[in-house]
């Protein structure tokens, strides 16, 4: 079955990471920022160029943030339950 001539193909492509895994930040308060971007899906284009000839990529990527106050404390309600709390909405952003 041929694709229409409006499409471009894909080959998925696997990968690993290289480098540090976050980047951080420390503002001025002393709260720390770190930054973590991941790769969802890498494709390389099978039936199309770049207008120079370099390959045509397909790249999706996701952002997620993780603030950590300088105490470093945050609460749970006492009636979430004992074992089951988790850092509230504001420690964690994706």
């Given at each position: ?23 951080s ?66 420690q964690?952003?994706?």
């Amino acid at each position: 079955m041929s694709q229409p001539k409006d499409k471009i193909e894909f080959k998925m492509l696997d990968y690993k990471r290289v480098g540090q895994e976050h980047v951080s930040f420390e503002l001025e308060d002393g709260t720390i920022v770190k930054v973590k971007v991941d790769l969802d899906r890498a494709g390389v284009a099978t039936n199309h160029t770049n207008p120079d000839g370099t390959p045509h990529y397909a790249i999706n990527t996701s952002v997620k943030l993780y603030v950590i106050p300088n105490n470093r404390t945050f609460s749970v309600d006492k009636t979430s339950g004992k074992g089951k709390s988790s850092p509230p909405p504001s420690q964690m952003f994706s």
